[in-house]
C-alpha cells in the first residue's frame, strides 16, 4: 500500500491550502484515514481523521478551520485548511489503517504513512 500526498506549499496567514492523499495497492478497505503534522523538535500530532463511517476527529487547534473528507471510490482523503495560522507551519503527514487482501483472499490490517508534505505559512 502506497500513500501519495499532494497539495503542500507557501501560503500567508489567512489563506486556505487543499492537501489531498491517494491510496493506492492490494486494499480491501480504508478503515480510517487522515492527517498528522510534526514541527521540529515536537512530536507528531493528530490534525484530522475519518472513518469509513464518515466520522470524524479534529485537533483542538484546527476545530472550526479545517474540514476533512474522504472519496471511498478513489482512496483518497482531503484536508481544506481554511484560516491558516503562521503555528499551521509543519511538515504534514497522511496516515491510514488499510486492511489489504492478497490472491487468496488473506486479509490483514496495518498502518500505513505517506511522505510528508510542507506546508510553511508565513507572510
Known amino acids: 500500500v502506497q500513500l501519495q500526498a499532494f497539495g503542500g506549499g507557501l501560503v500567508q496567514p489567512g489563506g486556505s491550502l487543499r492537501l489531498s492523499c491517494a491510496a493506492s495497492?492490494?486494499?480491501?478497505?480504508?478503515?480510517?484515514i487522515g492527517w498528522h503534522r510534526q514541527t521540529p523538535g515536537k512530536q507528531r500530532e493528530l490534525v484530522a481523521r475519518i472513518t469509513s463511517g464518515g466520522s470524524t476527529k479534529y485537533a483542538d487547534s484546527v476545530q472550526g478551520r479545517f474540514t476533512i473528507s474522504r472519496d471511498n471510490v478513489k482512496n483518497t482523503v482531503y484536508l481544506q485548511m481554511n484560516s491558516l495560522k503562521p503555528e499551521d507551519t509543519a511538515v504534514y503527514y497522511c496516515?491510514?489503517?488499510?486492511?489489504?487482501?492478497?490472491?487468496?483472499?488473506?486479509?490483514?490490517?496495518?498502518?500505513?504513512w505517506g511522505q510528508g508534505t510542507q506546508s510553511p505559512v508565513s507572510s
Open positions: 495497492g492490494s486494499i480491501f478497505s480504508i478503515n480510517a
Open positions: 496516515k491510514a489503517e488499510v486492511t489489504t487482501a492478497d490472491l487468496t483472499s488473506s486479509r490483514a490490517t496495518n498502518i500505513y
